[in-house]
């Protein structure tokens, strides 16, 4: 059965803690998806991963929704939901509900995320009166990259928790069905998650969320540009496709590969034949 937004909040009630990932494509999607992961979210740090920017606010609807559609194919149980890219929901709120109607519509998700706090509490409104469901995420918001002025942990002091707690209790009211939380200390994290009726996913928020989420290329061990200190690699697949790809080049240098079992085959008359008139030719 599919997980969907009541299973979130029936996660919450019941404490039971959700299982977040990214994926950018049909395989991945296919695989984390039988592994039972409960949502699937089509990020934009695929700017970063799998485009090679240094930030996500390159990255287009158009990207989005080219990405988005091919984990649609992948997905069976998981939840999918998709990131709203940079510009495509400030411009103006028609704008902020059409585009998150192609996010559904076209991309196939079942839910768009947005980040910001009060400011974004109008255009979330207008796009669950659309029937679309939202999830927040505040914290490092990677979109204000350059206001918040570098990849850095957020509400350290009094007046910044104070504002955070706020934006999760404001968005909560305007009706998201969970909030992403990244890079905020552990304790107000928690804080938060027991102030809201909603489920907190963290990404460098501490073990006391509602839920985890983490970018499929970091925990792989796949990007290695840059590793947040919140990142545990759960396997180091570079190395495996290092070697992997060493091998193969080895033994296509030697001619170890292919071997017959890769290879077909074809009568051998005909063989005989085609290379009797080959010799007449020359
Ligand atoms: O884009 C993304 O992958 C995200 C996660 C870091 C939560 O927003």
Not at 226 to 255: G, H, M, R, W
């Amino acid at each position: 059965m599919r997980f969907t937004i009541q299973s979130f909040l029936e996660a919450k009630a019941k404490k039971e803690k959700i299982t977040m990932l990214t994926a950018y494509d049909y395989s991945m999607s296919k695989i984390i998806d039988e592994g039972g992961v409960d949502a699937i979210l089509i990020g934009d740090s695929l700017g970063m991963v799998v485009q090679g920017y240094e930030s996500t606010l390159e990255v287009t609807l158009e990207d989005m929704l080219y990405h988005c559609k091919s984990v649609a194919r992948g997905a069976k149980r998981a939840m999918l939901i998709g990131d709203m890219p940079f510009l495509s929901y400030h411009i103006s709120i028609t704008e902020a509900v059409r585009n998150a109607g192609r996010m559904v519509q076209e991309g196939k998700v079942h839910a768009v995320k947005l980040e910001g706090g009060r400011s974004m509490v109008e255009t979330i409104k207008a796009i669950v009166h659309a029937q679309i469901p939202v999830m927040g995420h505040l914290g490092l918001t990677p979109q204000s990259i350059h206001t918040l002025g570098g990849f850095k942990v957020q509400g350290k002091d009094e007046v910044k928790a104070k504002a955070l707690i706020e934006d999760a209790l404001t968005l909560e009211e305007a009706g998201v069905f969970g909030i992403v939380l990244e890079a905020v200390p552990e304790g107000l994290a928690q804080l938060i998650c027991e102030k809201l009726h909603i489920p907190v996913i963290g990404i460098g928020a501490g073990k006391y969320c509602d839920g985890q989420v983490l970018v499929i290329n970091d925990m792989l061990g796949i990007y290695s540009d840059f590793t947040p200190k919140f990142v545990k690699q759960y396997a180091n697949l570079k190395v495996n496709i290092n070697d992997a790809v060493s091998n193969y080049i080895e033994e296509v240098k030697t001619q170890r590969f292919p071997e017959a079992k890769h290879t077909f085959s074809m009568d051998g008359e005909l063989l005989e034949k085609l290379y009797e008139e080959k010799r007449r030719q020359s």
